[in-house]
């Protein structure tokens, strides 16, 4: 349960913020208002939100808060029309949570002419549609020697994508010559994105 003081804390806030969330996506990317300080406010790696060092538990206020979240370099902040404040990320401010397969054309296609689509839901309940404008990318991770794999949601926020769901891309992964090198990766929306050199994927499964 949440700090008494706390919830007004965030009551307030949330306050702030409904009339410019009355959008399902706000357009923060064209407001740009003065910067009015940090809220101590924490997206973890493991996508929970935190609010003084305590989780909130109020997944409508995730969700309001998320709305209006906005990237600007490598700071994230929460928008208004009026005004900004900083808030901290650790690594994304979403993950993929749930993953989805579908085949785009018609069914008398053949394999070859249907388009594979991957359809993403992110922690806040939103659905991406994997493609140019949703790309997926692989960041290496030095410690375990594998991928940290990344779903591009919306203007230059990302979803991390939970290692279930990245077991289950490898699965769908396929090997493709990229500017003639033999590449393993995976397809959706007509895109193909790169995972690895095809010779190091014994390292993947």
Request: charged share 25%; net charge negative.
């Amino acid at each position: 349960m949440a700090k008494e003081g706390q919830s007004s804390g965030l009551d307030g806030i949330a306050g702030a913020l409904k009339s410019a969330a009355h959008q399902a996506v706000p357009p923060v990317h064209l407001w740009n208002p003065p910067y009015c300080g940090e809220i101590d406010m924490r997206i973890a790696a493991d996508g929970t939100w935190f609010y003084q060092k305590t989780p909130i538990g109020r997944p409508a206020l995730v969700k309001l808060f998320a709305s209006v979240l906005k990237r600007e370099n490598d700071r994230y902040f929460l928008v208004t029309p009026v005004e900004k404040c900083g808030i901290t990320v650790d690594e994304a401010p979403f993950l993929a949570v749930e993953l989805a397969v579908e085949q785009a054309g018609s069914a008398a296609e053949s394999d070859s002419h249907q388009r594979q689509m991957l359809r993403f839901r992110t922690n806040v309940d939103d659905w991406v549609t994997c493609g140019n404008d949703n790309p997926l990318r692989f960041e290496p991770e030095p410690a375990t020697g594998g991928l940290k794999p990344f779903l591009h949601v919306r203007r230059n926020l990302w979803a991390k994508v939970t290692r279930a769901l990245f077991y289950d891309l490898v699965e769908l992964g396929e090997e493709r010559e990229v500017n003639g090198e033999h590449m393993f990766g995976v397809a959706s929306g007509g895109e193909f994105f790169v995972m690895a050199p095809a010779a190091s994927i014994a390292g993947l499964r």
